[in-house]
C-alpha cells in the first residue's frame, strides 16, 4: 500500500516526555513529506500550541494542516485559514460546569487565547506547561464564559477520572467525551473528535483512508486509529487500548514515529 497522508497525535506519541521532536523522528518526517506525503499532526492542544512544532516539521512548506482541539478546528499551516470549526454552546459549557461542580472535579475552557477556570490544581499547571497559553483565574466561571468555546477539560486523579469518563458519558451522550491523558477528560460538540475531522480533511485532499496511517497512544486518539487503513499505537499506548490497533512500535521516547515513517513509507 502507498500511503499518501500520516497523522500524528503529539503530546506522548510524536513528542518525547520533554515535549520535544527527537532528532530522529524530524529526519523521517521531512522524508516522508519528501515522498509527497502529508504529514497532519492531530492533537487535543489548542493550535497555538501546534504551530512551532508545524513550523518546524517544514509543514507550511508542503501545504499540510493541522487538527486541534481533538478535532474541533482543521486550519491550514500554510496560511492558517481556518477550513473547519465547531464549539460547545455556551449552555452545554454550563451544563459541565454544573456536572463538574456535582461530581467535585476541576473544569478549563479556552477563551480568548487562555486557559479559564475557576480553580488552581497541579493538572492545571500541566495544561499551562504543555501549551504555554496564560491562565485566568476567574471568580465566577459563568461569568467569564460569555461566549462558545471549542471544548472543556475536567481534571482530576486518574483512577477518579476514569470513573467519572464512564458517568459523563451516561449523563451527556450529546457530547463527544475522551480521555487524551489519564488526568484530562475532554468534552467537545457531538460528532467532534479527531477522525470526525480527518474524514473531512481526507474528502477535501481526495485521499481515501485506506491511503492514511494514523499513529496515537491514548482514548482520544482511537477514533482515528480505527479511522485510517493503518492505526499504529506507541508502545506506550494506554494498556486497556493495546489490541485497538493494527500495529504497535516503539515508545514516544524511543523514536516510535520515525520507526512508522520507515516502516510503511520510506521500505
Known amino acids: 500500500m502507498q500511503y499518501k497522508m500520516l497523522v500524528l497525535d503529539m503530546d506522548d506519541t510524536l513528542l518525547t516526555d520533554d515535549?520535544?521532536?527527537?532528532?530522529?523522528n524530524k529526519k523521517m518526517l521531512l522524508e516522508a513529506q519528501?515522498?509527497?506525503?502529508?504529514?497532519?499532526?492531530?492533537?487535543?492542544?489548542?493550535?497555538?500550541?501546534?504551530?512551532?512544532?508545524?513550523?518546524?516539521?517544514?509543514?507550511?512548506?508542503?501545504?499540510?494542516?493541522?487538527i486541534s482541539f481533538n478535532g474541533a478546528i482543521i486550519s491550514s499551516t500554510k496560511d492558517d485559514v481556518v477550513l473547519f470549526e465547531q464549539t460547545l454552546t455556551q449552555e452545554q459549557i454550563f451544563e459541565l460546569y454544573d456536572y463538574s461542580i456535582k461530581m467535585k472535579t476541576h473544569i478549563i475552557t479556552y477563551l480568548d487565547g487562555a486557559i479559564i477556570s475557576e480553580?488552581?490544581?497541579?493538572f492545571i499547571e500541566i495544561e499551562k506547561e504543555i501549551?504555554?497559553?496564560?491562565?485566568?483565574?476567574?471568580?465566577?466561571?459563568?461569568?467569564?464564559?460569555?461566549?462558545?468555546?471549542?471544548k472543556c477539560i475536567l481534571l482530576a486523579e486518574p483512577d477518579y477520572l476514569k470513573q467519572v469518563e464512564k458517568d459523563l458519558k451516561l449523563a451527556m451522550p450529546h457530547l463527544s467525551v475522551a480521555m487524551s491523558k489519564p488526568?484530562?477528560?475532554e468534552a467537545a460538540q457531538n460528532g467532534i473528535d479527531k477522525a470526525a475531522s480527518l474524514k473531512l480533511l481526507a474528502e477535501k485532499l481526495n485521499i481515501h483512508q485506506s491511503e492514511i496511517i494514523a499513529v496515537g497512544n491514548a482514548g482520544n486518539d482511537l477514533t482515528m486509529i480505527e479511522y485510517a487503513g493503518l492505526g499504529v499505537w506507541v508502545d506506550n499506548v494506554t494498556p486497556e487500548l493495546r489490541d485497538r490497533a493494527n500495529a504497535i512500535v516503539a515508545s514516544n521516547n524511543d523514536d516510535g514515529v520515525a520507526e512508522v515513517v520507515q516502516r510503511?513509507?520510506?521500505?
Do not use: C, Q, W
Open 19 to 24: 515535549h520535544k521532536i527527537s532528532d530522529l
Open 34 to 66: 519528501a515522498k509527497g506525503v502529508y504529514v497532519v499532526l492531530a492533537s487535543g492542544r489548542p493550535t497555538s500550541a501546534m504551530i512551532e512544532y508545524a513550523k518546524e516539521l517544514e509543514l507550511h512548506l508542503n501545504d499540510s494542516y493541522i
Open 119 to 122: 480553580t488552581d490544581s497541579e
Open 131 to 150: 501549551t504555554k497559553l496564560p491562565h485566568v483565574k476567574v471568580p465566577n466561571f459563568k461569568d467569564a464564559v460569555y461566549k462558545p468555546a471549542v
Open 183 to 185: 488526568f484530562f477528560l
Open 264 to 267: 510503511y513509507i520510506l521500505n
